[in-house]
């Protein structure tokens, strides 16, 4: 009776040796560590290269923006982190990206594609979306309080002055001018036709 192997321990005559079979489990568990690493590398690898892309335009981001946080992170599945909810992992095939986010409904595939261009151009209108939305937000926030401001601080005195009643107030010494002008003109008027009468009607004065 022949030996047979089969991938698997030796027989030793009808006995089989433990010391074999334990180095071929020892292999065995070796060979699949080293796929799990080898594929966690070339998930991580990949992402790099993303991150290497975004990079210029994590420069160009306003340092006083909080909400952004590209960051590699080397776990149990390596992910490339845009913000605090969206981040960039590796498919199921390993070679695909993935671009996730994290709702209140749930887990949300944003894009999927395996062009690494692509990868960053998608990562890259998002982040621009989410500049566009802050500054419209800030500008919002400019416009209601400019509109907001009815009362202005009186610099001398510290007092609020109400805008609406200070216009008023500046009508107030228009009116009496022009009533002033109004009777200036009607005593004109009538020294004149006094002066008229006297001229041609001396002897009734």
Known sequence: MSNSTHG?????????????????????????SDVVVDMKAAEQARLELLANELRPLLNEIDETDERFDFALTKGERPRLWIDMTSFVVMGHDK???????????????LA??????????????????????????ME??????????????DVEGGALINTSRVGSAKTKPSIWKSLGWFIFGAF???????AVAFVLVPDAF
Do not use: Q
């Open 95 to 109: 070679r695909s990206y993935r671009f996730l986010k994290d709702t209140r409904m749930g887990r949300m595939v």
């Open 140 to 153: 919002g926030e400019w416009e209601s309080l400019k509109n907001s401001t009815a009362l202005t601080k």
């Open 112 to 137: 999927e594609t395996h062009d690494m261009d692509k990868a960053a151009d998608i990562v890259s209108e998002y982040v621009a979306d989410k500049v566009l939305e802050r500054e419209r937000a």
């Open 188 to 194: 004109c008027c009538v020294a004149a036709l006094a």
């Open 8 to 32: 698997g321990p030796k027989l030793v005559g009808k006995t089989r040796s433990l010391k074999e079979a334990l180095d071929f489990a020892k292999n065995r568990e070796a060979d699949r």
